[in-house]
């Protein structure tokens, strides 16, 4: 079956452009993540979403970063003014319920020159 | 921040070998996870192991779980090349159960 599948795979960008991440996740699967991942580093946890609402966004960075999940399936992961320091993968998650294990997409590979 | 730490940060052993991974995690959890990245992939979970479970079999994957000293190990007996990828350990937050959060990871390299 499908898994969670995330686009674009590989995103380069000018520092202080805006960019748009997504996030299709598993069907059915009621929650969704974002975590990011540097360079021989285990994910950080941004934001998890229980349906359409940020049940979590304690891992945000600032508000520069911000999500959006509007009919509790596809989620899109916003950056504004992006800096150089927010290069890293971005990893998208989900599950069946919040208790359940993750499956994760490929990520998004995001390069801000 | 980082809950868990794994160890030893990199692994290379012979095909056939076995390879054994330790995690050690500073709060109290309910549940403690592994999963594998291969490189330029997602992660894929393997095992989890809950705070009243002593030991896990899934394959030729074997978890330990020792809750007083709060650390983990996963054996992957008899490795193939195909084991090759990264691993990770993972426990809920204690503020927030549903945020996982991983070590740094332990880099596996079986040589064929």
């Known amino acids: 079956g499908a898994g969670v599948s995330q686009t674009p795979s590989n995103k380069v960008t000018e520092k202080g452009k805006y960019v748009e991440l997504r996030c299709d996740p598993i069907?059915?699967?009621?929650?969704l993540y974002w975590y990011r991942q540097s360079l021989g580093q285990g994910p950080e946890f941004l934001i998890y979403?229980?349906?359409?609402?940020?049940?979590?966004d304690s891992g945000l960075p600032n508000d520069r970063f911000f999500a959006v999940r509007p009919e509790g399936s596809v989620s899109t992961l916003k950056i504004q003014r992006t800096e150089r320091g927010d290069s890293a993968v971005y990893l998208c998650?989900?599950?069946?319920?919040?208790?359940?294990?993750?499956?994760f997409g490929n990520g998004t590979r995001l390069t801000v020159t | 921040s980082q809950q868990g730490e794994e160890d030893p940060q990199a692994l290379s052993i012979q095909e056939g070998e076995n390879a054994t991974m330790n995690c050690s995690y500073k709060t109290s959890i309910n549940n403690l996870q592994w999963y594998r990245q291969n490189s330029g992939r997602g992660l894929v979970h393997l095992i989890l192991?809950?705070?009243?479970?002593r030991e896990k079999h899934s394959g030729r994957l074997r978890v330990t779980l020792d809750t007083s000293k709060k650390s983990s190990s996963l054996l992957i007996t008899a490795s193939r090349a195909a084991d090759t990828a990264s691993y990770f350990c993972a426990t809920p937050d204690s503020g927030s159960a549903r945020q996982l959060t991983f070590g740094s990871g332990t880099q596996l390299t079986v040589l064929p």
């Open positions: 069907s059915g699967h009621t929650a």
């Open positions: 192991i809950r705070s009243n479970e």
């Open positions: 979403f229980q349906g359409t609402g940020a049940a979590d």
């Open positions: 998650a989900s599950s069946q319920t919040g208790d359940s294990p993750l499956h």
